[in-house]
């Protein structure tokens, strides 16, 4: 999912959120521009959560273990939102937006330009896109949290240089900091329409495959397509993704090792 939707899904969980605990429901994701792969950080929200609760005992005030909480709420090991919109969703062979999009691959990718090989992929981002559309219309309120959150290093610095202590890939402290400050340079967090986030999306796409351009007003059409799709399902979605993900804090967020 995208940052809106972790950041509903975190609150729904968690209540309200502190400032590192909405640092924490985006992480998997922004440290993906701090260089890190998708299996790196969305695998390893029990290995913080241990090294927290550890450093906690050492007479942190907690806010670690807020972060780390927040983590695995987004992540896939421990099975957090991602696991049930990626990976697995009552039972079907993936996850609740691939599933969604599962006829839309060669359309997404002939709409960004790529191989149709890449197409499910990018087809399952739009109906993350969509699903942000639908929580903001909810909540507006998120994005500009995360905004202004994401101006106050005093709070990042100390999430960076755990993050390095305790990541097992090598990772440079001021990297990921800067990677959190960056993260709106990809993800539409306010003012968000279809054409705003297939604006968004095409940063993105740049980014990550070099192609020059996507054809955003199509990009933007398929978003309300997607919008079609999730709305009537997506608290049904969301209703189950609490149910199964609750537990899992509770228990102390094992991690896999």
């Known amino acids: 999912m995208f940052a809106l939707t972790h950041l509903y899904f975190a609150e729904r969980l968690l209540g309200d959120l502190a400032p590192e605990e909405v640092f924490g429901a985006v992480f998997p994701d922004t440290g993906l521009a701090g260089g890190l792969s998708w299996e790196e950080t969305h695998t390893v929200g029990g290995r913080l959560y241990d090294r927290s609760m550890s450093l906690s005992a050492q007479g942190d005030e907690g806010s670690l273990v807020r972060f780390a909480r927040a983590v695995v709420t987004h992540g896939a090991i421990p099975e957090g939102l991602d696991h049930y919109s990626d990976r697995a969703y009552r ?41 942000d559309f639908v929580v903001y219309q909810r909540r507006p309120d998120f994005g500009r949290e995360l905004l202004r959150a994401l101006k106050d290093r005093t709070t990042l610095e100390p999430l960076g240089r755990f993050l390095t202590d305790a990541l097992p890939a090598p990772t440079e402290s001021e990297r990921l900091v800067r990677a959190f400050m960056e993260f709106p340079d990809y993800v539409q967090l306010d003012q968000v329409t279809p054409h705003t986030l297939a604006e968004k999306y095409e940063v993105q796409v740049r980014a990550k495959h070099g192609v020059q351009s996507i054809d955003v007003v199509a990009a933007a059409a398929l978003v309300e397509r ?17 149910e199964m993900v609750a537990p899992l804090l509770l228990d102390g967020c094992p991690s896999p090792e």
Do not use: Q
Not at 227 to 232: E, F, G, I, L, S
């Open 91 to 131: 039972g079907r062979s993936h996850g609740y937006c691939f599933e969604l999009s599962r006829d839309l691959a060669d359309e997404a990718a002939d709409i960004c330009g790529l191989p149709r090989s890449s197409g499910w992929w990018k087809a399952h981002n739009f109906v993350e896109m969509a699903a």
């Open 226 to 242: 997607c919008v079609a799709r999730v709305a009537p399902t997506f608290d049904d979605f969301i209703n189950h993704s609490l």
